[in-house]
């Protein structure tokens, strides 16, 4: 996967956290959270998938960004 790709659906699964948060349906912190668990278990399962484990712990890490600027208040968009 390339940079672009791996921006692009960080930044589509940070987007439907947010969807998820105003349906009530789990914080887009949450999501954060549970992306990250599914890193940790590829990140485990061997060598083999630590690459896959990265992309995973990167989409993690930009879920929770946006968290935490939604949290803030702060626009997390760019222009």
Known sequence: ???????AFGTVLAALG????RAGI????ELAQT???VAAMTHD??????????YIG???HMVRAAALGAASGGDTSRH
């Open 1 to 7: 996967m390339d940079d672009d790709a791996l921006m």
């Open 18 to 21: 947010g969807i998820l948060e």
């Open 26 to 29: 789990c914080s887009t912190m």
């Open 35 to 37: 992306i990250n668990g």
């Open 45 to 54: 399962a061997g060598e083999e998938y630590r690459g896959r484990a990265a």
């Open 58 to 60: 990167t989409w993690a």
